[in-house]
Nanobody, 125 residues
């Protein structure tokens, strides 16, 4: 059983930056899991944001954040990150860290086996 704990959320002004972190524990070797980030805004469906492969060699960001957000991981620290730049009010959401046994780079919520509790990101205009 993998436990995922997100941190780094908060309130930021439009154009600002935040760095989310997700610390994983339990569940064996961290590098056995593809990792990712989803987000959910009030009244909206959960949305895939970014994913990264087990080794970190492959990463993918959704079109809505590409060029502004970057996912990375440090397998020695059992941690995955989401660097968010040029934030806008449309990025306001609860951000969830996720882990998957799947090989490759899953992008669908059903492909992820473990979810964190989420961290709130609020971008003011």
């Amino acid at each position: 059983q993998v436990q995922l704990v997100e941190s780094g959320g908060g309130l930021v002004q439009t154009g600002g930056s935040l760095r989310l972190s997700c610390a994983a524990s339990g569940g064996g070797i961290f590098s056995r899991y593809a990792m990712g980030w989803f987000r959910q805004a009030p009244g909206k469906e959960r949305e895939f944001v970014a994913g990264i492969s087990r080794s970190g060699g492959n990463a993918y960001e959704s079109d809505s954040v590409k060029g502004r957000f970057t996912i990375s991981r440090d397998n020695a620290k059992n941690t995955v990150y989401l660097q968010m730049n040029s934030l806008s009010p449309e990025d306001t959401a609860v951000y969830f860290c996720v882990a998957s046994y799947t090989m490759g780079l899953p992008t669908k919520a059903v492909e992820y086996d473990y979810w964190g509790q989420g961290t709130q990101v609020t971008v003011s205009s």
